[in-house]
């Protein structure tokens, strides 16, 4: 099932933060909750994220630019921003606020100071309950043999299962993503110029895919992981 950000706003750690807009979007789902204090966050986006900000960057930032960053980070398929009014604001941008209002985005504030760890700690917790990968997946049957014997769709479960429960969005994002990291043999630099993306997005995707799969990074799973992409392009997903 689907993490949503009415559900991350019940855990403890989100205790007393208020939404200011976009309560009719609190249903929709959360895919990852990210630290960001850039201007340019909504490149690094792959869809679903929950954004915590101290606002420091927004302190920075001419007042005329408050309202088209959060249309960026909307368009950029954010699920919400969530603004700390503590060192740098005592209360939300204005310009904020009023894009926000009619993106119809959840803008959420938190009037204490609160620790991000523990709110990242705690919603990753969340969403990835019940998505764990089995330890030990056989590896050995060949693409023929797993399709022949109809243990094709088992398989890209067992080893893809959390990236598959995702929406549209960010599932062909982290898919392609992993698809060019291991056509290059997890060369970042090669796969960043292949997705025409930054370094720096590759480390941020390559968290959230050794969050939802595993590490990645190991020989064996990638074996796994490569059977089951493998599997998908043969039945045209």
């Known amino acids: 099932m689907q993490t949503t950000l009415q559900d991350l706003l019940a855990l403890p750690a989100f205790a007393g933060v208020e ?10 789902p959360v895919t990852w909750v990210h630290i960001s204090e850039v201007p340019d966050a909504a490149r690094f986006l792959t869809g679903g994220e ?7 960057m927004l302190a920075q930032m001419p007042q005329a630019e408050q309202g088209p960053y959060l249309r960026s980070l909307a368009q950029g398929g954010a699920s919400g ?21 009619e993106l119809n985005f959840p803008l959420l ?36 043999a797993l399709q022949e014997t109809g243990r094709a769709e088992m398989f890209i479960q067992a080893h893809l299962g959390p990236l598959l429960t995702l929406p549209l969005r ?18 970042v630099a090669e796969a960043a110029r292949k997705l025409g993306v930054r370094r720096q997005t590759m480390y941020y995707r390559m968290e959230q895919l050794s969050a939802m799969l595993g590490d ?13 992409l493998e599997l998908m392009h043969g039945q045209g997903q």
């Not at 939404?19 to 929709?28: E, F, P, S």
């Not at 921003?81 to 209002?101: I, M």
């Not at 960010?170 to 060369?187: I, V």
């Not at 990645?216 to 089951?228: H, I, N, P, S």
């Open 19 to 28: 939404v200011l807009c976009g309560q009719g979007q609190l249903g929709q």
């Open 50 to 56: 929950l954004l915590l900000s101290t606002g420091s």
């Open 81 to 101: 921003l969530l603004l700390e009014l503590v060192r740098h604001f005592q209360e939300a941008p204005k310009p904020l606020v009023a894009a926000a209002q």
């Open 109 to 144: 504030v938190s009037c204490r100071e609160v620790s991000f760890a523990d709110l990242t700690r705690a919603a990753h917790a969340r969403l990835l309950a019940g998505q764990s990968v089995p330890l030990e997946s056989s590896l050995e049957p060949l693409l023929a």
């Open 170 to 187: 960010p599932r062909a994002t982290l898919l392609a993503t992993l698809d060019a990291l291991l056509g290059t043999n997890f060369n």
């Open 216 to 228: 990645v990074q190991d020989a064996k799973k990638q074996l796994g992981l490569r059977l089951a």
